[in-house]
């Protein structure tokens, strides 16, 4: 009886699929994301403001603003808009900044 070692044929097996449907790994939205939750939180201690007083003013859930902050959750596009008004910042600019922070 031949036993074969379970990280081995998940090896042959993902090789196998991956002849014709692998989808290369993109990691800068990732990289990009990663720095806009770094430049929010930066702008809202650089204006001394809560995570209660964000969430209010962008009418989110202080847990979701905790949980973006931390890496945790990535802002929807309309979370953004949201943070970025109520923090006074322009959203292009908050993405610009953190592409070239990401290296893009």
Do not use: D, W, Y
Request: with cysteine; glycine share 4%.
């Amino acid at each position: 009886m031949l036993l074969l070692h379970a990280t081995t044929v998940a090896s042959t097996v993902k090789h196998i699929f991956c002849i014709g449907f692998c989808v290369p790994v993109n990691r800068m939205p990732e990289a990009i994301s990663s720095q806009v939750v770094r430049l929010l939180k930066e702008e809202r201690e650089k204006r001394g403001i809560s995570l209660n007083l964000l969430a209010q003013k962008a009418g989110v859930s202080r847990q979701t603003v905790a949980f973006i902050e931390q890496g945790l959750r990535n802002p929807t596009l309309n979370t953004l808009f949201r943070l970025t008004s109520a923090l006074e910042v322009e959203p292009e600019k908050i993405i610009a900044r953190a592409r070239k922070l990401a290296g893009v």
